[in-house]
């Protein structure tokens, strides 16, 4: 069984884009910013593609959300839960980067 809950997971791609503004100092380099950024593209997009919804953050949250709990399986949420933890990953390598700027 996934460790996630759906709404746990909603909230987590929900919050993507402002972990990776966070992330980003006034010195990041840019080429480390757009690979953090098309880390979490990637991982929204086979989100979307999943949830069979637009490819964005708040399209895949609302997905989630929208979801009835009986449609939901483990291997999905285990699926969207790797996802989200490959999205937080290239955020934290970027705020790595930036904190030692």
């Given at each position: 069984?996934?460790?996630?809950?759906?709404?746990?997971?909603?909230?987590?791609?929900?919050?993507?884009?402002?972990?990776?503004?966070?992330?980003?100092?006034?010195?990041?380099?840019?080429?480390?910013?757009?690979?953090?950024?098309?880390?979490?593209?990637?991982?929204l997009?086979?989100a979307?593609?999943?949830?069979?919804?637009?490819?964005?953050?708040?399209?895949?949250?609302?997905a989630?959300?929208?979801?009835?709990?009986?449609?939901?399986?483990?291997?999905?949420l285990?699926?969207?839960?790797?996802?989200?933890?490959?999205?937080?990953?290239?955020?934290?390598?970027?705020?790595?980067l930036?904190?030692?700027?």
């Amino acid at each position: 069984m996934s460790k996630s809950t759906p709404a746990d997971l909603a909230i987590a791609f929900r919050s993507l884009p402002r972990r990776l503004r966070e992330a980003t100092s006034p010195d990041t380099d840019p080429a480390a910013r757009a690979t953090a950024a098309t880390g979490v593209d990637t991982a929204l997009g086979a989100a979307a593609i999943q949830m069979a919804c637009a490819s964005s953050a708040e399209a895949v949250a609302a997905a989630i959300e929208q979801r009835h709990t009986i449609d939901w399986v483990s291997s999905d949420l285990d699926a969207l839960q790797s996802l989200a933890r490959q999205a937080a990953a290239a955020i934290r390598a970027l705020q790595n980067l930036s904190d030692n700027a």
